[in-house]
């Protein structure tokens, strides 16, 4: 079910975020959601840096984001997160809800890979470190 | 055909823009794209400050990027791009090649829409200059 | 005397603000001090887009930045800083620290001026809320 | 005489870069002078990733921005550079005008300093290509 998710993490608009249109930028959404993806990592026991630096690269392959409602000036909003590995992929479904009314202001499908000493593969830490995460929905 | 574009506009990568992997960070990417549409609208004689200024507030619905090929550091690239009304939408299909050897870094398609005075709206003067813009290909 | 404080808030590194070298962007360090006034400012009453609706338009005339020590993926840190009204400038010292060993990392001096309906001005606005965060120190 | 420069970029502003006051976000002039320095650096033959790579980590050590006019949405302007080796220290002189009119936008001094293999210290490529930019003055 779509909305059982893994991790959410809670942040809040900052000015420069924020474009002439007086909403925050668009591009500034993939930040809010990278960030998330990675904290959710690190709660999970794996470090996006130390990956990298082991020769385990996490790559972006696709990112497909919707923009429902946007965000301004002061306001709150928590980023939810579900992911599921298949394959050679690792697909993050993040979706963004205004605070505190869960105003839905973006869905996302981020899909990811590995790059394992630059070729293309699953990372055994990953793998297993998701499958814990769903074993323990 | 896919291949055919309405406009396109050359970049360099700045360092700055690159992240710890040292190849250019994915929010960056809609950066470009926006610039690229930002000019292209310049170039048909629409100015996104001004419509913006006239309450028309183009607004990002979708944005769907494939990622293929990392830009790094002291990279040259060109975003080229091709304009679709469609209804309420103006799609933009948006791809990213590498300079000199062409090769593909980014296909997106990106959907917009606009507000006019706060309601989904079609603007006339964005679909009578796209409507130009698909009279002279 | 210069530690003394008006107002402290903390952060978390996020990646997509480290750069090649794998620590934070120089400019980014601008974005923590912006965020951080505009919170200070926020804490005392004064909400910087509601000044700018307002015809306040507070803008920086200078910042003057020395890096001490750099700060990178996963750090966390704290931006403290001390507000001073001096004829019409508004002066902003901000230092940050690394969590937890408190390392200096960045001493900020960052001098703003209001313009008010597009003549540089002082705002009774500012003025009295920083002269009650004054009193109360 | 200051208005002598070594190097010199053109931009144009994007409106990403513009932040709610609709005007260029004052982290992003950063962004603008190390863009700058970088591009200078690979016009005398340093590369920044490359000299990286070698263990030579060119770093800001102090950053004095005086904020004259605003740059907005459409601007076009040049970074104008000047660089000086001072002991362990390269300055770097650099000012942003408005384009066509000149007009001066910012004024900026920039101490950046090398630290090699970890250590601070004087890096002989860039000690004598800056001589040699010197020389040809």
Known sequence: MEQQYDYELEFKVRDYECDLQGIVNNSVYQNYLEHTRHEFLNDIGLN???LF???IVAVVARADM??????????????????EHEGI?????????????NKLCLKGVITTTTLING????????????AEVKANR
Chains 1, 2, 3, 4 share one sequence.
């Open 89 to 101: 992929k690792y697909m993050f479904y993040q979706d963004i809800y205004r605070l505190p009314d």
């Open 53 to 55: 630096e082991k020769g």
């Open 66 to 83: 919707q923009f429902k409602t946007p965000l301004k000036s002061n306001d709150k909003f928590v980023v939810k997160l579900r992911a």
């Open 119 to 130: 070729r293309l593969g699953v990372s055994t830490e990953i793998k297993d470190a998701l």
């Open 48 to 50: 996006f840096t130390e």
